[in-house]
């Protein structure tokens, strides 16, 4: 399969790309840092829900809309994290505000997909 491939040669740069990016020097604001991190957990969590998918319907991911947009919203905290510490950063909030708040919330929320995906509960 050609996107398993892509995959697979994809990973290493992006796990480069967040060792570079966890450096000091860089100055990226720690929950920016937590939010490219988050992005692993939303690649890790299509697997088993692609597999489920698979396994369960006989269909691709993509058109199970409940396991499919449960796995998005991993993508969408991923965004907001993203923005979040970016925008604290700009002087727009106390960068320590919320964060261990926040990064719970982001956590609860893979929970929540992992919850779903093992129950089969359509959200």
Not at 11 to 23: A, E, I, K, R
Not at 83 to 88: L, M, W
Not at 98 to 115: D, F, R, S, Y
């Amino acid at each position: 399969n050609l996107a398993g491939k892509f995959f697979q040669f994809s990973l290493v740069p992006y796990l480069s790309f967040l060792y570079f990016l966890g450096q000091g020097a860089n100055g990226t604001p720690k929950m920016g840092n937590f939010g490219f991190r988050y992005l692993l957990l939303f690649v890790i969590a299509t697997i088993p829900t692609g597999i489920i998918s698979k396994a369960t319907y006989g269909v691709s991911l993509a058109d199970v809309d409940w396991l499919h947009g449960s796995a998005e919203l991993l993508l969408t905290v991923t965004n907001l994290l993203i923005v979040y510490g970016f925008r604290q950063t700009m002087g727009r909030g106390d960068p320590t505000f919320m964060n261990g708040t926040v990064k719970n919330v982001a956590l609860a929320m893979l929970a929540a997909v992992g919850l779903t995906a093992a129950t089969g509960v359509p959200v």
